[in-house]
């Protein structure tokens, strides 16, 4: 569709809007910075608005010069006829009144402009024959090409017996004879050996290939391509792009339809290409020969030149992923040649064997297995419900915003969006009809196209989706590369449920389900695309009350498929990726389809169990959110305000004759208005999808589907509502199933409750349980009055999670017996800077371990604090010595400056980055002079840095070995590889950015991606990333072997990283888990086998290219480097075990 008609139909939005608003409104040129805090928000006087409406400005101004070239035109038709009446009465000697006082023309003139008309005639003549000549080219362009069946092949041989034989003998002996037939060698040119980047571009070219073959096979387009892979056999320059996958897919199809002839013309190009064919091109060939009930003698050669080919027939049902009915057809053609065959007995399931995870999966002993607390027929009946959801692919929820009264204006707004969207469907159906016929000219022409990816769905569900992505649309824009991801992934989505709708695995998954249920059943039952700013202000004005959700981003209202494979979990029937990853990055799914399948058992089983967990909304905790929420919110408690409260810049016109610097000084000022009103628009949006999820959820039992990144750590799948948000978010959830508190679960409530609440962080379990009683008052008034009592919750740290437990803590008092009140709430324990506890531990670093509670001790050491202090006395000696800038910072060392720095050192954070967050702490502090700020910066990392290598000396020399190693990988032209000790294989995905062009109808725009394998890695990136992402592993596989083995102890489990959650009554015993797990964690010689795998996968494999010599002396460091394993102390990592504060 051309800009100018999108400008129509935005010209027309304003036009509506403008007669439906009695208001007048100061245009954009005018400086009026009235409208972005108004009702409407689209009258923002920003820059980048102007920019967009002198687009469109441009836009109507062409509106206006075409209807001006019309009216001339018709002025000129009119002028003309007037003119050849009076030429015709001059003739006749009749005479004319004059027009205009102007001499009538004398015959010579008319003669003249008689002649001028007759020019013009013939020359429009002349374009018209020419127009309709192009118009034909035009048509005769887009006629498309009959597909091509028959290949032209490059060997001579091959191409003789096809030509020859084809009329004397049938298909059915061109197979035999054709399989019989040795690859051809074919004589291309010798090409120099690709390098890894010439390699990757190669595979991506393939990748895509093979994309749009399979695609034309699932969209019902198999001839297109054959005709496309044809076309490509055909070219010796494309045939170099074609593998055996390719011609396979396509044998794949017609072996589905039954199709011998097509079959057996792949099977000649196949032999031409030099390939030999596999156990899927035979499977293709005996499906065929089932399907059309072809002879024994046929079928038999089929198997023997298989098995000359060194392929084994019980491969067939072992290796070759077919589907039953599929299966069955081979069986039928196999049987006429080998009627005792049958397929093989299934095998009996793997198990891991890690050393990790044999205690998990040992069949000794009795084992309590947690069941969910919901009957059979109860979990029946919500999978159906979940399943219905995921049918209609769409979810339909009413949005928590206050709603405004009903308005004339909005009625008409809502009309005006009604009688637009319709009008929208059918343009966007026509550009679409007409981009699907183009993009399959082009694939008619042999090149692919996406024609058939726009198959996928129907045309209305794609304008649907089109509009529905209109709709969802920020007003400040979004990336055009977002924007396009999410509409991939969404048709691919909805395709893959009707896909399984259409192939009855629905069906299937209902009978699986049922099985699976009665485990868990309790014993009794770019560029930026940016809406045009009238229609975001009519959607505005229409006040649209229904939200949106697609299905994978609602939480399910059933326990999730148990994670079985990399592709088979979570949702009933929406795919979702086991390893979460930028779209388009490929390298991740590699790795995890080379890996033994009994190496991922713990990580699937981990993500199985923390989906188990089921929860429900904290209705009292959600009413008084949605009371702040509704009325102006509160910046404070995390509650986003409207936009109406954004802050306003003073004045709200530019005055006429400012000063230059007064007029900088006003668009800084708007500048900043703007961020912070764009800032608290999107917390707001964010605000408003959770609390309209809980509403919707409110009275319901729901589940989180778990995935994991690349580095094995596990998120909830739903984006909006979950576990892993903000204490707000937190505070909103609680378990569905409760648990009696016993005789120390309300011991371990107020416990939660003090370091919710972040007053007693250095104090011991003992003292903060005292705390606890001491300000019973407090919490019982928070309880009962929240929101006008003394309001002692809102000074928490969590106000919101701390309140939440207040009103747990009163209800197990008040209980009559408290041990026997039912729980609900989760308590956590988290890891006390758990990064360097893996760091000490890994470096058995007895000093380090002591200051991050590894060691045993009666209160809780505080890592930040000991940093300080060091610094502290550097700071002194310095002083003392006359350094000016440690004299100004006596008494200005606290733990609040470095905490951020210590903290993120472990992740990789440098000196400069080091800076800025100690330079944001010292300007907070109002009695710091400001003019030391960048002096005192650069003075404090540096001494962070020098406490941290005195404190933590192993961890350094840790760190500094992972760097370097990644370094020196990274040179070396590879992205770092590692296993975790559980077995997940991990891969960086830091390269150097490509750039590539999407051409669009209203822009073309120049991406960058950094995910790109055919660029080189990243070496910053994979030097400063490799240290945190390994610690990060080592993490979350502490994660998983805690949830394994607390959930075969009968314990509920859940976690936010190095933060495990539980019932009250059950933390006792997580915490021993907890222990007893990082101890058999880190006894694992875990830098050693991260040394040996490097080596075995940089420095073992012998180069297929002659290496330079600074590419020998790089390899040679490399080598030493993995060999030199840094030296451990003599830390005894028993003593975890006894720390009580390691997690508290």
């Keep these: ?17 403008r007669r439906s608003s009695s208001r007048p409104r100061a245009s954009a040129e005018e400086g009026t910075l009235d409208g972005f805090w108004g009702p409407r928000r689209s009258s923002s006087a920003s ?37 050849r009446v009076e030429v015709a009465q001059l003739s006749k000697g009749e005479c004319q009144p004059p027009r205009k006082a102007q001499v009538q023309p004398c015959g010579r003139w008319a003669e003249k402009l008689n002649k001028e008309q007759r020019t013009m005639q013939k020359r429009k003549q002349r374009l018209q024959v020419k127009l309709q000549a192009h118009a034909q080219q035009l048509v005769n362009k887009l006629q498309p090409r009959p597909l091509r069946v028959e290949p032209r092949l490059m060997s001579g041989q091959l191409s003789s017996f096809l030509q020859h034989k084809a009329q004397e003998s049938p298909w059915e002996e061109q197979l035999a004879q054709v399989l019989q037939e040795a690859p051809q060698k074919l004589l291309h040119k010798k090409q120099a050996p690709l390098d890894k980047e010439g390699e990757a571009q190669l595979s991506g070219q393939q990748q895509k290939l093979l994309a749009f073959l399979e695609c034309c096979l699932v969209s019902g387009h198999l001839p297109l391509a054959h005709h496309v892979l044809v076309s490509h056999h055909s070219r010796p320059r494309m045939q170099k792009l074609l593998t055996l996958p390719m011609y396979n897919t396509v044998m794949l199809g017609w072996a589905r339809k039954g199709s011998f002839k097509e079959l057996v013309y792949v099977f000649f190009m196949v032999k031409d290409a030099g390939l030999t064919p596999d156990l899927l091109s035979y499977a293709a060939a005996l499906q065929c020969m089932g399907r059309l009930d072809q002879d024994t003698n046929t079928v038999k050669r089929c198997l023997e030149q298989m098995a000359r080919d060194g392929l084994q027939l019980q491969q067939l049902f072992t290796e070759v992923s077919l589907s039953k009915e599929e299966r069955d057809v081979v069986l039928k053609a196999v049987a006429k040649a080998e009627p005792t065959v049958s397929p093989p007995p299934q095998p009996p399931p793997q198990v891991n064997t890690s050393t990790l995870l044999k205690g998990v999966y040992t069949k000794d002993g009795p084992v309590s297995y947690p069941k969910l607390h919901l009957p059979l027929q109860t979990l029946k009946d ?33 009309k005006t969006l009604k009688a637009l969207r319709a009008q929208w469907e059918a343009a966007l159906r026509r550009v679409l009809q007409e981009t699907k016929a183009s993009l399959a000219h082009q694939a008619h022409e042999g090149r692919p196209s996406l024609f058939p990816f726009l198959c996928l769905l129907s045309e209305r569900e794609l304008v649907r989706m089109l509009l529905q992505a209109l709709y969802a649309l920020p007003a400040q824009g979004e990336s055009l590369v977002v924007v396009a991801k999410d509409l991939g992934l969404r048709t691919f989505n909805r395709h893959m449920v009707q896909q399984k709708r259409l192939n009855n695995q629905v069906q299937a998954l209902e009978q699986r389900y049922a099985q699976y249920l009665h485990l868990l059943a309790c014993d009794t039952q770019i560029g930026i695309l940016k809406p045009h700013p009238a229609f975001t202000q009519l959607l505005v004005a229409a006040a649209d009350p229904t939200l949106t959700f697609e299905t994978v981003d609602v939480p399910m209202l059933c326990p999730p498929l148990p994670w079985t494979s990399p592709h088979t979990g979570a949702f009933l029937l929406s795919p979702t990726k086991l390893m979460r990853a930028v779209e388009g990055t490929t390298q991740h799914q590699r790795l995890l389809e080379r890996c ?19 929860w429900r909304v904290n209705g009292r905790v959600l009413d008084l959110v949605l009371e702040l929420f509704r009325d102006k919110g509160c910046s404070r408690l995390g509650v986003p305000p409207p936009p109406s409260e954004a802050p306003r810049p003073r004045e709200g016109h530019l005055p006429r004759g400012a000063s230059p610097a007064h007029k900088a000084e006003l668009r800084r000022e708007l500048a900043g208005c703007l961020k912070v009103a764009r800032e608290m628009h999107s917390l707001r949006v964010d605000a408003l999808y959770r609390l309209s999820l809980a509403q919707h959820l409110r009275h319901r039992i729901f589940w989180l589907p778990h995935n994991m990144d690349f580095r094995g750590r596990t998120y909830p799948c739903p984006p909006h509502f979950n576990h892993l948000g903000s204490d707000l978010a937190r505070a909103l959830l609680e378990f569905a199933e409760g648990r009696p508190l016993g005789p120390h679960g309300l011991t371990w409530l107020k416990i939660h409750l003090v370091n919710l609440t972040g ?69 956590h324990q988290d890891g006390s800077c758990n990064g360097l506890q893996h760091y000490a531990a890994l470096g058995r670093d007895s000093v380090g371990a002591a200051s991050v509670n590894l060691l045993p001790s009666d209160l809780p050491q505080d890592v930040y604090s000991g940093v300080a202090a060091q ?42 980055g080091g800076r800025l967050q100690i330079e944001k702490r010292l300007r907070e502090l109002d009695s710091f002079p400001q003019e030391f700020v960048w002096d005192a910066s650069h003075y404090l990392v540096r001494q962070v840095f020098s406490s941290l290598q005195e404190m933590f000396s192993s961890t350094r020399a840790i760190q500094h070995w992972l760097t370097e190693s990644a370094r020196l990988i990274s040179q070396a032209g590879w992205a770092v590889e590692w296993v975790t000790p559980l077995g997940i294989p991990v891969i960086q995905p830091y390269h150097h950015d490509s750039k590539f062009l999407v051409k669009g109808g209203l822009q073309s725009i120049t991406c960058s991606s950094s995910r790109d394998t055919s660029q080189k890695p990243n070496t910053l990136k994979q030097k400063n990333g490799f240290p945190p992402n390994f610690i990060h592993s ?54 050693q086998d991260l040394s040996q795998f490097l080596v075995k996968r940089f420095c073992s494999s012998p180069s297929t290219r002659p290496q330079s010599l600074s590419q020998r002396v790089l390899t040679t460091k490399l080598l030493e480097t993995l060999l030199s394993v840094p030296k451990t102390g003599a830390f005894d990592l028993e003593q975890v075990k006894h720390s009580t504060y390691f997690f508290s």
Excluded at 1 to 17: E, H, K, Q
Excluded at 401 to 407: C, I, N, R, W
Excluded at 778 to 797: C, F, N, V, Y
Aim: include cysteine; proline fraction near 4%; hydrophobic fraction near 40%.
């Design 47 to 83: 820059p980048c608005e102007q920019d967009r409406r002198k687009d469109w400005g441009h836009v109507e101004l062409l509106e206006v010069l075409e209807a001006r070239v019309r009216q001339l035109q018709a002025e000129s038709v009119s002028e003309v006829s007037v003119k």
């Design 596 to 614: 033994p399948p009994t190496n991922l058992h713990g990580a699937l089983d981990t993500l199985t169990q923390l989906g188990n967990c089921a």
């Design 382 to 414: 919500l999978f159906q419900q979940q399943l219905h959801v995921e049918l209609t692919t769409s979810v339909y929820i009413q949005s928590v915003e206050k709603a405004p009264s009903l308005t004339k204006e909005m009625l008409q707004a809502r």
């Design 759 to 827: 007053l007693r962080k250095r104090d011991s379990l003992q003292a903060r349980l005292a705390f606890a009683d001491q300000m019973m008052d407090h919490i019982l008034d928070s309880a009962d009055q929240p929101m006008t009592g003394r309001k002692w919750w809102m000074e928490s740290e969590e106000p919101w999670q701390t309140l939440a437990c207040c009103m747990e803590v009163a209800q197990a008092v008040r209980a009559p017996d408290p041990a026997a009140y039912i729980s609900h709430l989760p308590v």
């Design 1 to 17: 569709m051309s800009a100018l008609s999108w400008g129509r139909g935005a010209v027309g939005v304003g036009r509506a809007l």
């Design 1034 to 1087: 080592l993490d979350s596989t502490h994660m998983m072997l805690t949830a394994l083995h607390c959930y075969r102890k009968g314990l509920t489990f859940v976690s936010v990283h190095d933060c495990f959650w539980t019932h009250a009554a059950d933390v006792p015993v997580m915490n021993q888990v907890c222990r007893e797990q990082f101890v058999r964690l880190h006894s694992q010689p875990i830098l």
């Design 871 to 912: 610094v502290e006395v550097f700071r002194r000696q310095d002083a003392a010595r006359g350094v000016r800038v440690a004299q100004v910072l006596e008494g200005f060392i606290s733990r609040k400056v470095v905490k951020q720095t210590v903290m993120t050192v472990v992740y990789g954070v440098t000196r400069y």
